[in-house]
């Protein structure tokens, strides 16, 4: 089987390079198990990787320009099998790519906002289960931005102009979220919600498979326009490149 | 500073031929202009001609953690609220890093009740627990502060598992004493350590700590994507990395182990090499999960596997279900182990070393654990694997593992000043259970003993010759040839380790395991060679520098292994079946003596009540 992979070392190299390999296939092979091999037998090439079970979202690669977790993506054995980093992020070295852009706001996000500490009594109360029904499914989002890298309107248009998936994912999360006291509407709206044009593009790649994207984007844009947000003016575009 | 004097003080840069890497290096020896004065009670001088020509960043803080996870979390914020500066190292992406850093769905569980330490479950308490630890940390959170998922909503976790239709709260576990329910996704935890306000150092690997004459005065380490060592100053140093199982094995891209390639032990294994003695090296503790499709194998995000729920339709080779017709009132998770073991040291294991997992009866498949259920989907949509109604093949992979270094009742490292440990596992003796709950409570304790120890504490100035030490030996590596790659040599390690290590494990394969690791280090290592130059996020150069550790943590090990002559814990010996308590009812330390790890038996640390 071939595999070709984007090589890059910023340090001495004038601009990235593809190698060809040959690696011996077995059935359900995986992206990973591919780059590991040639790592180990053959000659460095540089990638991460924790959880193998697409959780951790440390593989993320592309495959054939497709953006893919490595751990959950078959090689094939007669294709084509161009291994590159992640698109739409930028390289440190062979297939690492520096995704903080992305997941430092994220992490950002993903802090509650309350005026005060939860109790167990609060805790004990029951939830709306259609909020519940929502949310949970969230929670499995890995952060590994393989949507983000597949997003035609960030490849289009940059993250300037849309944060991304994953980042609605988290604010979405924290909209959904009955403990939750910030205004998650205004920053699903600044971080450029409008800009979506809801193609599915994020859902096709992703590997949390409870996660309903169009779904979750229909639920932010109703709640803004039901409060007159739903402009594009008033992305992070509108803040920062008027 | 001039062109000439910083040449000097990054040494010979022509010869070594090497470009620095993207972020700015702080020269460890700037040179001063001027007068000299008189210097002030305390001071140092800097930029002296005599200074080693390495080049690393200098970090002064007050508690240095190193692990950013469950137990790191919380020793940070005891910190932050006893008015301690915190810097966290992490090896992986903040967020991102060892298991707290998967998304992973893990089960909170916490005891209700202020129940005398020795009758709460909060914990495994086995006849080889340090007692003193164990009475100690859990008497550190009584009555609501042991309430994990209150601790764990505030810091952001999410609605918990709710009835669907109620939205009440459905736990899994729900007694007067213990309370246990699903959802606990640890990165929120990592969220919100940016909210304590503490520094955190991502991608950096802590390679030693600054031992000044027995005294652990803080950590040095190399940032990966620029090469640059980082020495952080700190009066005390708590390891949380948790437990090192990434010698156990490989299958074709993960060891034999649900755990992060993050953790190769790097800190246990210095304090190790600094002469401290490690502790039940020889206890993995297991979990059967499958084998196939080898990407995944032993995954416990993306895999299936079997607990001790379903050991009713746990069949070996021949089909024969082994554990039926067993006592079940017997059956912990060391006994399920012990007996899976016993199984395969009998022949009853496929070729890979395991057994199967027969879903071809619904009661079973219904059976699997809540985390595994996730995946029954994934495995459709990417191998088109359907699970119901096979025979799944499965393995016992280490979670978990001891080996941790020798520490007092204030989880200060013997040996060490200044050094503090805190994880999950660890001090556990033969445990036989889960960890997470157990992580918070050693971190958060370890930060209290920290804060006493360093109250009217003066740290001796940063000793430079130790700092030139580390950084010749990482830099070392790259002068070597000849020899074989780092990735080739770590498949030996594991494989090595693994022999020795196994669940079922005959005398002759712990042998052939130990003089195996043994022809590694003699033959191996020394010529191990980078096949990559590069400053830049070099993972050979990383890999090369965590050999070290996993080398001498699996010789740690297997050498533990056969010196324990009785069968405990999660494995079996088939020429000691049985628990000997006449012979064996202690812990076994590993140490360097003269350059050669011995074993010794040290007493189990029991404390009166």
Redesign the interface.
């Known amino acids: 089987m071939k595999v070709s992979i984007q090589k890059y070392?910023?340090?001495?190299d004038e601009r990235p390079y593809v190698v060809d390999y040959e690696v011996d296939w077995?059935e359900?092979?995986?992206v990973?198990?591919a780059i590991?091999?040639i790592?180990?037998?053959q000659?460095?090439v540089?990638?991460?990787?924790?959880?193998?079970?697409?959780?951790?979202?440390?593989c993320a690669v592309s495959l054939n320009g497709k953006p893919c977790l490595a751990?959950?993506?078959?090689v094939s054995e007669e294709g084509e099998n161009l291994v590159a980093p992640l698109p739409n992020f930028p390289v440190?070295?062979?297939l690492?790519v520096d995704?903080?852009k992305v997941?430092d706001r994220v992490?950002?996000t993903?802090?509650?906002q309350r005026a005060k500490?939860?109790?167990?009594e609060?805790?004990?109360v029951?939830?709306?289960?259609e909020?519940?029904?929502k949310?949970?499914p969230l929670?499995?989002?890995?952060?590994c931005c393989v949507c983000t890298a597949n997003c035609p309107v960030v490849a289009e248009k940059g993250l300037k102009k849309f944060a991304g998936p994953t980042q609605l994912i988290a604010i979405a999360?924290r909209h959904y979220?009955?403990?939750d006291q910030g205004d998650r509407v205004i920053e699903a709206v600044q971080a450029g919600l409008f800009e979506c044009i809801q193609c599915g593009a994020c859902d096709e790649v992703c590997?949390a498979?409870?996660i309903d994207h169009l779904g979750t984007w229909a639920d932010l844009r109703a709640a803004a326009e039901e409060r007159g947000l739903a402009s594009p003016d008033l992305s992070v575009t509108g803040l920062y490149f008027p | 500073m001039d062109r000439e004097n910083s040449a000097k003080a990054l040494g010979d840069v022509s010869r070594r031929g090497f470009?620095l890497?993207?972020a700015a290096a702080t020269v460890g020896a700037a040179m001063l202009a001027g007068t000299p004065q008189a210097k002030a009670e305390g001071q140092g001088e800097a930029g002296s001609d005599a200074g080693h020509p390495a080049s690393y960043e200098v970090y002064n803080t007050d508690v240095c953690i190193i692990g950013g996870g469950l137990a790191g979390v919380a020793a940070a914020m005891e910190a932050v609220d006893a008015g301690k500066d915190v810097i966290v190292i992490e090896k992986?992406?903040?967020?991102?890093?060892?298991?707290a850093?998967?998304?992973?769905?893990q089960f909170i569980n916490f005891v209700r009740d202020d129940l005398p330490w020795r009758e709460s479950t909060d914990f495994v308490l086995n006849e080889l627990t340090n007692q003193a630890i164990e009475k100690n940390s859990y008497e550190h959170w009584m009555g609501?502060d042991r309430?994990l998922?209150?601790r764990d909503?505030?810091m952001?976790y999410?609605?918990?598992v709710?009835?669907?239709?109620?939205?009440?709260?459905a736990p899994l576990l729900d007694f007067p004493t213990i309370y246990g329910i699903y959802?606990g996704?640890s990165?929120?935890q990592?969220?919100?350590l940016?909210?304590l306000g503490v520094k955190i150092l991502d991608r950096t690997m802590a390679t030693d700590i600054i031992d000044q004459d027995g005294v652990c005065c803080g950590v040095m380490g190399l940032h990966i994507?620029t090469g640059t060592m980082r020495v952080v100053r700190a009066k005390a140093t708590i390891c949380c990395t948790g437990a090192s199982t990434w010698m156990y094995g490989w299958n074709?891209?993960?060891a034999r182990s649900i755990n992060?390639?993050?953790n190769t032990g790097d800190i246990d294994a210095a304090a190790f090499r600094h002469g401290c003695a490690l502790e039940g090296n020889e206890f993995f503790q297991c979990d059967l999960l499958n084998i196939?499709?080898?990407?995944?194998?032993?995954?416990?995000?993306?895999?299936i596997g079997a607990d001790s729920g379903c050991c009713e339709y746990i069949c070996d080779k021949d089909g024969n279900y082994f554990f039926r017709g067993m006592d079940y009132s017997t059956l912990n998770k060391i006994t399920f182990t012990q007996t899976i073991a016993k199984c395969i040291a009998e022949g009853g294991g496929t070729e890979n070393g395991g057994v199967y997992v027969d879903f071809s009866s619904h009661e079973a498949f219904e059976a699997i654990g809540e985390t595994y259920k996730?995946?029954i989907?994934?495995w459709k949509?990417?191998?088109g694997?359907d699970v119901e109604g096979t025979k799944l093949e499965v393995c016992l992979e280490a979670y978990e593992r001891a080996g941790n270094p020798v520490a007092d009742e204030h989880l200060m490292v013997d040996g060490l000043a200044g050094l503090f440990h805190a994880r999950g596992g660890g001090f556990s003796g033969a445990q036989g259970g889960s960890s997470v709950n157990v992580a918070p409570r050693n971190g958060s304790f370890a930060v209290k003993c920290a804060v006493d120890y360093m109250d009217g504490l003066d740290l001796p100035a940063l000793d430079e010759a130790v700092v030139g030490a580390e950084y010749d030996r990482l830099h070392e590596l790259f002068e070597r040839t000849g020899g074989k790659?780092p990735?080739?040599i770590r498949?030996m390690i594991q494989h090595a380790c693994y022999q020795a290590c196994q669940p079922a494990r005959p005398t002759a394969d712990i042998e052939a395991g130990i003089a195996e690791l043994a022809r590694i280090r003699a033959e191996e290592m020394p010529t191990m060679t980078l096949?990559?130059m590069?400053?830049?996020?070099?993972?050979?150069w990383k890999c090369a520098i965590e050999n070290y550790n996993l080398l001498d943590l699996a010789e740690a090990a297997a050498l533990s292994a056969a010196f324990r002559e009785e069968t405990r814990g999660h494995m079996f010996r088939p020429e000691f079946p049985e628990v000997d308590d006449t012979n064996w009812l202690c812990n076994v330390h590993a140490r360097y003596n003269d350059g050669h790890i011995t074993c010794e038996k040290a007493p189990v640390v029991t404390v009166e009540d």
């Open positions: 070392d910023p340090s001495v077995h359900n092979m995986t990973l198990e590991t091999a790592n180990d037998g000659e460095p540089v990638f991460d990787f924790s959880c193998r079970g697409r959780d951790c979202g440390r751990c959950v993506t078959l440190v070295r062979d690492i995704k903080t997941t992490a950002v993903m802090r509650r500490a939860l109790t167990a609060d805790l004990a029951p939830v709306d289960p909020l519940y029904a949310m949970d929670e499995h989002c890995s952060r999360l979220d009955p403990y590997k498979l409870e | 470009v890497g993207g992986g992406p903040h967020g991102f890093g060892g298991p850093g998967y998304n992973w769905n609501e309430n998922m209150v909503a505030n952001g999410g609605l918990l709710r009835n669907p239709e109620t939205g009440e709260l959802r996704f990165r929120h990592l969220d919100a940016g909210d994507p074709t891209c993960g992060s390639p993050d196939e499709p080898t990407g995944i194998a032993c995954s416990f995000q993306g895999g996730r995946n989907e994934l949509d990417v191998f694997i790659r990735q080739e498949r096949g990559d590069s400053r830049v996020f070099n993972t050979d």
